[in-house]
């Protein structure tokens, strides 16, 4: 079991930053990928990035690359997802999540989930 705690979310004007964080509860937090969805509303949850269990392979929504680092320490049991030059549409509940299969962008695929943090992004 894994219990998953997001926070860092808040307002922020249109290319401003934002570093969320999702502190995980166990001791199997490295068995597992650990990856970022969020979910605007009206709209489906969307993947946004994933991290292996190391730390050592990320990749990312085509939406976000370039602009959102996801990253990952074990010693702390918490990922983080750093996001710069934020847009509007960036705007959305922001879940992290504790996946089974590391190439799946699926939140089906993902186990553990946290309550979420609002990211909101004016124009």
């Known amino acids: 079991q894994v219990q998953l705690v997001e926070s860092g979310g808040g307002l922020v004007q249109a290319g401003g930053s934002l570093r969320l964080s999702c502190a995980a509860s166990g001791r199997t937090f490295s068995s597992y990928p650990m990856g970022w969805f969020r979910q605007a509303p009206g709209k489906e949850r969307e993947w946004v990035a994933t991290?292996?269990?190391?730390?050592?392979?990320?990749y990312y929504a085509d939406s976000v690359k370039g602009r959102f680092t996801i990253s990952r320490d074990n010693a702390k049991n918490t990922v983080y997802l750093q996001m710069n030059s934020l847009k509007p549409e960036d705007t959305a509940v922001y879940y992290c999540?504790?996946?089974?299969?590391?190439?799946?962008?699926?939140?089906?695929?993902?186990?553990?989930w946290g309550q979420g943090t609002q990211v909101t992004v004016s124009s």
């Open positions: 991290i292996s269990r190391n730390g050592g392979i990320t």
């Open positions: 999540a504790a996946g089974a299969n590391m190439y799946s962008r699926s939140s089906l695929d993902y186990l553990y």
